[in-house]
């Protein structure tokens, strides 16, 4: 008993400090990637200057953000203003704790994995409706009582196009999702769960063509209007390391996780096959942000309510028929 | 200890700014917003952040040292003021203009009208949120631009039309590059319908938002293609034609219902329409003189005055001008399209949502420069 | 009948013809231009606004002698723009005309602004364009750097 604790408490402080390098590179990576993909949709290059490619442009960034004075305005709720962005990044870490890299690096497989990733992405509401409370200004509160109705709108298909694949593998556990998913990947069962899930992961994530409480052309910078510097970078770094979560969550339940096409490894490992398809979903989600214009506030949550929520609706009773007869 | 609480606790309607400094308002406009959660209540604009006294400078220059300024109203389309000014004094005046010069003139007047949609197109999908429609439409602005400044010196503000003329002459790589641009305006087309007109999220965002009635468009003066997407086929260069444009082939696309899709596709079709009036004034264009200089050497007109309309990329502009016989004019006053066009939203932001209001004012497609003026 | 010839023709009947001046060939950018007396303007002007004409623009212009206020109407056909002056003495006021159309709203807040003609019965005669607080009045001649001031026999006469 005393070994096992002893293994899993270094297993999941080791896991822990590789989340935090990896959730900071992984961020400064798609910073990059997004300034390409958006400079090249728009028949421009991107940053080129500071490193092969522009890649040490983020980090270039980061280093101006955080030499940057933290204005807090005068009129601002005082312990409430510095911890919202704290409390947006840290649900999204915990996230980290349970995704399937691969059979052997997955740093605590709990049976409840799943719930737990959808209980903390919550959180990161309740830290949105802070910040913008916090703030004292029409604008922030605008935002985040838009992004709080939004996100709480597209959480319920979200959760029902999930429960159609977890009905499927009668577990909440990442590992067994995937594993499941060795022969066949459930986009190709379930194809309806898995584009409500991708339409339903970019409305969580605040990306366009939902980023109404962030719009840039209407409300300044939505709930984030009075943040500068690092507290800024915290919003925008939660932001990012979300759309990784969303992305690595569809991967393992729809794109087969660590697994090859139809079970053939072709030799490479796992986790090359887990961040390939996480990040060609990132991409995808880029890609859609650079293209739509967005949405208008009551559109959305109308598509919501009356589109998404009747689909996945019928999808689970679907699903659950089948699963039944077969 | 029951009556403190009969008064309501808290008021519903609150203020917001949106303010001279705010990504979507085209020049330095603040709109005061009543609203009641997210529908407008009142919108009051405030304007005049941008004056800086043309007319006052109008009644201190002479006709020539205003040719400056007469761009700098309405900087987007510089060359079409500047074209309007010139056609106004050479009316009071009496001053003749060679042939070969207005057909130039029509030409470069086009071309800037082209550029002004493309920049309203660029900034007004980049309002409702897609980014990219705004690099591409500067893309083709970037050609227009450079083709006006080979002739005429200028990317912006122009003082290409003079009394008289023009004060360069066009060569053949100037006819060259003006057929290469029309064509790979048109060859573009098509991309624009893809991303953008055929887009189902822009339909949502535009049909049905922001309708301008024709009773309205009458009550405040509103013109340009805000009147016509009402249905009003009412364009200055064929209600009063000026210069050639009576000689050329060209239609005046109208919309039906008055809502942001029709001024929208109204502007895209204009767009087509300056293309076809382009290569028609260039197949037509003759040789000689461009500038009859020594007629607009000292110009005096004579006592009288002017009102001069014009179709500029918004709507009618006019030029008033009184003269007392010297060589400053005695009152010059701009009557400047966005002004109805800014004041219809008055009436027409009550009761729609403040995101619709973004919607809406970059339909209606004001500069606020030329308001202040 | 065009309706720039209808409107011609109640312009006569109501302020006479000597102040009606009709312009075929539109040299001055206009068919017609009229004078009303300042009592008259409302009538006028509903007659613009029931005979389907919109306010262009209006604008003042400042003599030594006196003030006097222009309105340019036009309506959706070819050449049909119509002036109508008013007279309006140095510190007199003129009647509003933001109950016939409402674009004289913001028109004649700019006119009082630049040149201090007030307007009776106008619902909102703030500043337009310059500061709330500026007491000045630019357009006048009196105002600034002036290149000419003359009277309006010198120009119209």
């Not at chain 1, 990059?32 to 028949?43: D, N």
């Not at chain 2, 040292?65 to 050479?90: I, K, T």
Request: glycine share 8%; with cysteine; charged share 20%.
């Amino acid at each position: 008993m005393g070994n096992t604790d002893g293994s899993d408490w270094l297993r999941l402080v080791v896991g822990l400090v590789i989340v935090l390098a990896f959730s900071q590179l992984n961020a400064l990576f798609l910073v990059w990637l997004e300034r390409k993909v958006a400079g090249h949709i728009q028949l421009r290059p991107g940053p080129k200057e500071v490193g092969p490619f522009g890649i040490l442009q983020t980090i270039i960034d980061g280093i101006k953000l955080v030499g940057k004075e933290l204005i807090t305005p005068a009129t601002t709720d005082r312990k409430l203003f510095p911890i919202a962005p704290v409390l947006v990044f840290m649900p999204v870490l915990v996230g980290f704790l349970v995704l399937p890299f691969s059979p052997e690096l997955i740093i605590r497989d709990m049976n409840v994995g799943l719930l737990l990733i959808f209980a903390f992405s919550t959180f990161s509401v309740l830290a949105i409706l802070t910040g913008g409370w916090a703030s004292n200004n029409k604008y922030a509160l605008l935002g985040a009582v838009r992004s709080v109705a939004q996100n709480v709108a597209y959480e319920i298909p979200l959760l029902l196009a999930v429960m159609s694949v977890v009905l499927m593998v009668n577990s909440l556990q990442f590992s067994q999702i995937v594993e499941a998913q060795s022969r066949v990947w459930f986009i190709f069962l379930q194809p309806v769960a898995g584009i409500i899930f991708l339409i339903c992961a970019t409305a969580e994530t605040n990306r366009a063509p939902f980023d109404i409480p962030e719009a840039e052309s209407e409300l300044v910078a939505g709930f984030h209007t009075e943040y500068s510097g690092m507290r800024f970078g915290l919003f925008f770094l939660a932001e990012y390391t979300n759309m990784f979560i969303v992305s690595a969550v569809a991967t393992s339940l729809f794109f087969g996780g660590w697994n090859g096409p139809f079970g053939f490894s072709l030799g490479i490992p796992g986790i090359i096959w887990f961040l390939l398809k996480t990040y060609f979903l990132i991409f995808v989600i880029m890609w859609v942000r650079w293209t739509f214009p967005r949405l208008r506030f009551d559109q959305l949550m109308n598509f919501s309510w009356k589109v998404m929520i009747p689909l996945s609706l019928a999808n689970l009773m679907v699903t659950a028929i089948v699963v039944k007869l077969v | 200890m029951a009556e403190q609480f009969k008064e309501p606790v808290v008021d519903r309607v609150y203020t917001l700014n949106l303010g001279p400094q705010h990504p979507s308002t085209h020049g330095v406009l603040r709109v005061l917003l009543d609203l009641d959660g997210e529908f407008i209540v009142k919108a009051d604009p405030v304007i005049g952040y941008g004056h800086r006294g043309h007319e006052k400078m109008g009644e201190n220059r002479t006709y020539k040292q205003f040719l400056p300024n007469a761009s700098r109203m309405d900087y987007l389309s510089g060359l079409l003021y500047n074209h309007g000014f010139v056609l106004a004094v050479e009316k009071l005046a009496g001053i003749e203009v060679p042939e070969r010069a207005r057909y130039i003139r029509t030409v470069c007047a086009e071309l800037n009208r082209i550029s002004s949609h493309l920049l309203w197109f660029g900034t007004y999908v980049m309002d409702l949120g897609g980014f990219t429609p705004f690099l591409y439409a500067f893309d083709d602005r970037e050609n227009i631009l450079d083709i006006l400044d080979r002739v005429s010196g200028s990317r912006l503000t122009y003082s290409y039309c003079r009394f008289g003329g023009v004060c360069n002459d066009v060569d053949a790589q100037f006819v060259d590059m003006t057929r290469a641009f029309v064509k790979r305006l048109r060859s573009r087309f098509p991309d624009y319908d893809n991303l953008v007109t055929k887009n189902v999220i822009f339909i949502h965002r535009t049909r049905g938002v922001g309708v301008i009635t024709a009773e309205q468009a009458r009550e405040f003066g509103v013109t340009g293609p805000n009147l016509r997407a009402c249905g009003i086929p009412y364009d200055m260069r064929r209600i009063e034609p000026y210069e050639i444009y009576d000689r050329f082939d060209f239609e005046v696309p109208i919309g039906s219902n008055g809502d942001a899709l029709d001024r929208y596709h109204v502007r895209l079709q204009e767009m087509e329409q300056s293309c076809r009036i382009i290569e028609q004034a260039l197949d037509k264009m003759p040789g000689g003189p461009f500038w009859n200089e020594a007629a607009a050497f000292k110009v005096r007109p004579p006592k009288g005055e002017i009102y001069f309309g014009f179709e500029s990329a918004r709507g009618q502009t006019g030029y008033y001008l009184v003269s007392d016989g010297s060589q400053c004019p005695y009152r010059c006053h701009i009557r400047v399209p966005s002004y109805g066009n800014l004041h219809v939203l008055t009436e027409v932001l009550r009761g729609t949502m403040v995101a619709d209001a973004i919607s809406i004012l970059g339909s209606i497609d004001v500069v606020i420069p030329e308001i202040d003026r | 009948m065009a309706t720039r010839d209808v409107m011609a023709e109640k312009l006569r009947s109501v302020l006479g013809d000597n102040a009606v001046c009709v312009d075929d060939k539109y040299g001055a950018g206009v068919f017609v231009a009229a004078t009303a007396p300042a009592a008259r303007l409302l009538e006028v002007l509903g007659l613009f606004k029931e005979t389907g004409f919109y306010l262009e623009t209006m604008t003042a212009l400042d003599f030594q002698d006196t003030q006097e206020i222009v309105y340019h109407l036009n309506c959706y056909e070819p050449l049909s723009r119509m002036s109508v002056r008013v007279l309006v003495e140095h510190g007199a006021a003129a009647p509003t005309a933001s109950g016939v159309f409402t674009a004289a709203n913001w028109l004649e807040r700019e006119v009082r602004e630049f040149h201090g003609i007030q307007f009776d019965g106008h619902p909102d005669p703030r500043n337009l364009l310059l500061p709330e607080d500026a007491d000045y009045h630019p357009l006048k001649k009196d105002f600034g750097k002036v290149h000419a001031y003359r009277t309006r026999e010198e120009i119209y006469g």
